[in-house]
């Protein structure tokens, strides 16, 4: 029922949002913001599963209402307070390989609805996922960004939490019968999760034109998940190092 709900105000949303896109607006057709190339990293917290280590482009920049916020792509559509409403979808790395008998885990497609409120005293990103994908899940997230701006560099400390509800949960850390009875794991078929997280992120200013970026991110998993026997830690590190050119 509640997930016939979220799919209901997803498509009324998109519906209204697709019309004021297609109208006439003010928003100016040129490239600003950043544009590179990263290397990502993330921890994997999957028994027998290794780190991932890749390298990627590098976007944080907006063309008229479509914009890129490194692992998140959107358009903007109404606007709210200090932003506007905004279709987005979340480039992620969640999926993974067989093995040990489990099966695999596609990675997800997740896409929705959201706004990044820049405020006197920060920014707040809201967002509201539907994974398209085999999951089937749905994903909430609330984070609090600050600056600091020192000589030729500008820190911004992050802060928030995200909730993964209990298909999403279930899909990619749960254990089916079927696999538990061809693994070393106990069937595992675990509710939703709500996680923490803390990141920094380092804007290096080399030349008028070239940037560092740098991140680091620590998410504290959910109960859920950390019981997980396929699970072995408790907190997920990522992070990336850009260099990026800057259009103004």
Same mark, same amino acid.
């Given at each position: 029922?509640?997930?016939?709900?979220?799919?209901?105000?997803?498509?009324?949303?998109?519906?209204?949002?697709?019309?004021?896109?297609?109208? !006439?607006?003010?928003?100016?057709?040129?490239?600003?913001?950043?544009? /590179?190339?990263?290397?990502?990293?993330?921890? @994997?917290?999957?028994? /027998?599963?290794?780190?991932?280590?890749?390298?990627?482009?590098?976007?944080?920049?907006?063309?008229?209402?479509?914009?890129?916020? $490194?692992?998140?792509? /959107?358009?903007?559509?109404?606007?709210?307070?200090?932003?506007?409403?905004?279709?987005?979808?979340?480039? @992620?790395?969640?999926?993974?390989? !067989?093995?040990?008998?489990?099966?695999?885990?596609?990675?997800?497609?997740?896409?929705? +609805?959201?706004?990044?409120?820049?405020?006197?005293?920060?920014?707040?990103?809201?967002?509201?996922?539907?994974?398209?994908?085999?999951?089937?899940?749905?994903?909430?997230? $609330?984070?609090?960004?600050?600056?600091?701006?020192?000589?030729?560099?500008?820190?911004?400390?992050?802060?928030?939490?995200?909730?993964?509800?209990?298909?999403? $949960?279930?899909?990619?850390?749960?254990? @089916?019968?079927?696999?538990?009875?061809? @693994?070393?794991?106990?069937?595992?078929?675990?509710?939703?999760? $709500?996680?923490?997280?803390?990141?920094? +992120?380092?804007?290096?200013?080399?030349?008028?034109?070239?940037?560092?970026?740098?991140?680091?991110?620590?998410?504290?998993?959910?109960?859920?998940?950390?019981?997980?026997?396929?699970?072995?830690?408790?907190?997920?590190?990522?992070?990336?190092?850009?260099?990026?050119?800057?259009?103004?």
């Amino acid at each position: 029922m509640l997930n016939n709900s979220i799919k209901s105000i997803y498509c009324v949303f998109f519906a209204a949002s697709l019309t004021c896109v297609v109208q !006439a607006d003010e928003f100016k057709q040129v490239l600003t913001g950043d544009v /590179g190339l990263g290397a990502y990293y993330t921890k @994997s917290t999957m028994r /027998g599963m290794s780190d991932k280590l890749s390298a990627l482009p590098y976007l944080d920049a907006e063309y008229g209402r479509l914009f890129a916020r $490194v692992d998140t792509l /959107g358009v903007k559509t109404l606007e709210l307070g200090y932003g506007y409403l905004e279709l987005v979808g979340r480039i @992620s790395q969640d999926g993974l390989n !067989a093995q040990s008998g489990i099966g695999k885990r596609e990675t997800p497609l997740p896409l929705g +609805i959201g706004t990044l409120q820049v405020t006197p005293v920060g920014g707040v990103m809201i967002n509201a996922f539907h994974d398209i994908g085999r999951s089937q899940g749905d994903l909430f997230e $609330v984070i609090y960004g600050g600056q600091i701006d020192l000589s030729g560099v500008t820190l911004y400390p992050l802060a928030g939490a995200e909730y993964q509800s209990a298909k999403y $949960v279930r899909y990619f850390y749960g254990v @089916s019968p079927g696999e538990a009875a061809v @693994s070393q794991y106990a069937s595992y078929q675990p509710n939703g999760a $709500v996680n923490g997280l803390l990141g920094l +992120i380092a804007e290096v200013k080399l030349t008028d034109e070239y940037y560092l970026n740098a991140h680091v991110r620590r998410k504290w998993l959910g109960d859920a998940i950390q019981r997980s026997p396929v699970v072995h830690q408790a907190t997920q590190d990522t992070g990336y190092v850009a260099l990026s050119y800057r259009f103004k």
